[in-house]
């Protein structure tokens, strides 16, 4: 339990549960077993320090450690203070929800079965461990609904193993009041057996191998963010996916933070430390608050797998437009993916430009819109921003990406990208000769072919 206590607070949610269940066995005691045998207090009492300096000794070793790399407060800010919500939870509100579960209610069959089934043929000590389980089991959802801030599916990890405990008697019970040529029959119960453990056997194979499985996706974006950026430079992701480069940010978006940003229990100063360190890369993610999701739709332009630094800018009446820049850097106009000349703040560029955060007005040479303002690095590394929404991995990820083989995947969606885009070519007179430059508005190799 201490060693627990070092990964999640979860763990004192069953250690309360557990203390729970033990205190209404006691309590159901005289149902359903004899009377206990008279115990010392000294004795409960020795027993009860040895259990809390046992727990004592790993638990506070795990603090010690902590606080001795000068993370003490970050432990608890994590730890407890991060896992409990703050003060400003609704129990109550969380309680009108816990109703609706179906989970929430296994007490009441628990209740039941302690109160008036396990005594009913005979008394024993034996039961009194048979109430435990069965009250553990019963409670635990309860505490979870009653008690806890934000409930995910893992939290139902130590509820599963205890449930099936319990309902095998049941099921094996209930199989002894079938007729007696099916009750009777080793064939039946071998066959019934059988379906269960293929169904089981199935379930956990599709699990493992969709784990192991590499993801080509994650792979291909960690590959372009090494590209695009240098050691010691930053790119948002919101929980350290790209884990080669640093985060600008030190929270990891995930549930319970999301959770504090929606209730305004954090500050959302993401996009200023964006600016302040630089960060020209981020990665595409819906776990975003909602003032930094509008700073990354402002300021940066989609390029498949990644966000890059940049903007794009409509037709404009008047030919010129203004602009706000919040990122400075190098930066080039383009226009369908080549460069555009023009005045920038009335002085002539060949289509490239270092800029600082601030306001500009571009005067392009020739109207031809959209025009893209984006971060020159990319287009040297051939990406040009918001081009390639027709690419195989817009949106939603394709399962069949995880599941196929490289190359079966490579062709299968190749086939479907070249069937929806206009693909440019290219072709040469017979003894034609000159340097050619390609930029593909893609960096996958499987996609790229002559």
Same mark, same amino acid.
Request: charged fraction near 20%.
């Given at each position: 339990?201490?060693a627990?206590?070092?990964?999640?607070?979860?763990?004192?949610?069953?250690?309360?549960?557990?203390?729970?269940?033990?205190?209404?066995?006691?309590?159901?005691?005289?149902?359903?077993?004899?009377?206990l045998?008279?115990?010392?207090?000294?004795?409960?009492f020795?027993g009860?320090?040895?259990?809390?300096?046992?727990?004592?000794?790993l638990?506070?070793?795990?603090?010690?450690?902590?606080?001795?790399?000068?993370?003490?407060?970050a432990?608890?800010?994590?730890?407890?203070?991060?896992?409990? %919500?703050?003060?400003?939870?609704?129990?109550?509100?969380?309680l009108?929800?816990?109703?609706?579960?179906p989970?929430?209610?296994s007490f009441?069959?628990?209740?039941?079965?302690v109160w008036?089934?396990?005594?009913?043929?005979?008394?024993?000590?034996?039961?009194?461990?048979?109430? @435990?389980?069965v009250?553990?089991v019963?409670?635990y959802?309860?505490?979870?609904?009653?008690g806890?801030?934000v409930?995910?599916?893992?939290?139902?990890?130590p509820?599963y193993p205890l449930?099936?405990?319990?309902?095998s008697?049941?099921?094996?019970?209930l199989?002894?009041?079938l007729?007696?040529?099916?009750?009777?029959s080793?064939?039946a119960?071998?066959?019934c @057996?059988?379906?269960?453990f293929?169904?089981?056997?199935?379930?956990i194979?599709?699990?493992?191998?969709?784990?192991?499985?590499?993801?080509?996706?994650a792979a291909?974006r960690?590959?372009?963010?090494?590209?695009?950026?240098?050691?010691?430079e930053?790119?948002?992701?919101?929980? %350290?996916d790209v884990?080669?480069?640093?985060r600008?940010?030190?929270?990891?978006?995930?549930l319970?933070?999301m959770?504090r940003y929606t209730?305004?229990?954090?500050?959302d100063?993401?996009?200023?430390q964006?600016?302040?360190?630089?960060?020209?890369v981020?990665?595409?993610?819906?776990?975003?608050p909602?003032?930094?999701?509008?700073?990354?739709?402002e300021?940066?332009?989609w390029?498949?797998?990644?966000?890059?630094?940049?903007?794009e800018v409509h037709?404009?009446?008047?030919?010129?437009?203004?602009?706000?820049?919040?990122?400075?850097?190098?930066?080039?106009?383009?226009s369908?993916?080549?460069l555009?000349? %023009?005045?920038?703040?009335?002085?002539p560029?060949?289509?490239?430009?270092e800029?600082?955060?601030g306001l @500009?007005?571009?005067?392009?040479?020739?109207?031809?819109?959209?025009?893209?303002?984006?971060?020159?690095r990319?287009?040297?590394?051939?990406?040009?921003g918001?081009?390639?929404?027709?690419?195989?991995w817009?949106?939603?990820?394709?399962?069949?990406?995880?599941?196929s083989?490289?190359?079966?995947?490579?062709?299968?969606?190749?086939?479907?990208?070249?069937?929806?885009t206009?693909?440019?070519?290219?072709?040469?007179?017979? %003894?034609?000769?000159?340097?050619w430059?390609?930029?593909?508005?893609?960096l996958?190799?499987?996609?790229l072919?002559?």
């Amino acid at each position: 339990m201490a060693a627990c206590f070092g990964v999640s607070l979860k763990s004192v949610l069953l250690l309360l549960t557990a203390v729970a269940a033990l205190g209404a066995a006691l309590a159901l005691q005289p149902r359903f077993a004899p009377p206990l045998r008279k115990v010392e207090p000294i004795a409960v009492f020795k027993g009860s320090a040895l259990a809390l300096a046992g727990f004592s000794i790993l638990a506070l070793s795990v603090v010690c450690v902590f606080i001795a790399l000068g993370a003490g407060p970050a432990m608890y800010r994590c730890t407890i203070e991060h896992n409990l %919500g703050g003060d400003d939870v609704d129990f109550l509100d969380r309680l009108f929800k816990g109703f609706r579960d179906p989970r929430f209610w296994s007490f009441l069959p628990a209740l039941y079965f302690v109160w008036f089934a396990l005594g009913q043929r005979s008394r024993s000590e034996q039961h009194f461990r048979v109430a @435990f389980v069965v009250l553990l089991v019963g409670f635990y959802p309860l505490l979870l609904f009653c008690g806890w801030p934000v409930i995910t599916r893992q939290d139902f990890l130590p509820f599963y193993p205890l449930l099936f405990t319990c309902l095998s008697p049941l099921a094996l019970s209930l199989w002894s009041r079938l007729p007696w040529p099916i009750a009777s029959s080793h064939l039946a119960a071998l066959v019934c @057996f059988a379906i269960l453990f293929l169904i089981e056997f199935d379930w956990i194979t599709n699990i493992l191998i969709r784990k192991r499985s590499p993801d080509p996706i994650a792979a291909d974006r960690i590959g372009e963010v090494l590209r695009l950026t240098k050691p010691g430079e930053t790119v948002l992701d919101p929980k %350290g996916d790209v884990v080669l480069r640093p985060r600008p940010i030190y929270d990891v978006l995930e549930l319970f933070t999301m959770e504090r940003y929606t209730d305004h229990l954090l500050t959302d100063r993401i996009p200023e430390q964006l600016v302040a360190h630089h960060t020209m890369v981020a990665v595409r993610s819906d776990r975003y608050p909602e003032r930094t999701r509008r700073f990354l739709q402002e300021n940066y332009l989609w390029s498949g797998r990644l966000l890059i630094a940049g903007l794009e800018v409509h037709e404009n009446a008047g030919g010129s437009f203004r602009f706000n820049l919040s990122l400075g850097g190098s930066y080039v106009f383009l226009s369908k993916g080549h460069l555009l000349s %023009g005045k920038l703040n009335g002085v002539p560029i060949s289509g490239r430009a270092e800029m600082q955060p601030g306001l @500009f007005e571009f005067d392009p040479d020739t109207a031809d819109w959209p025009v893209t303002i984006q971060w020159e690095r990319a287009y040297q590394a051939g990406i040009i921003g918001n081009c390639d929404a027709n690419l195989p991995w817009h949106g939603a990820r394709p399962r069949s990406l995880v599941k196929s083989s490289t190359l079966s995947v490579a062709k299968k969606h190749a086939m479907g990208f070249f069937a929806k885009t206009k693909v440019p070519t290219a072709t040469q007179e017979p %003894g034609g000769c000159g340097p050619w430059t390609i930029r593909p508005n893609i960096l996958s190799g499987p996609y790229l072919a002559p």
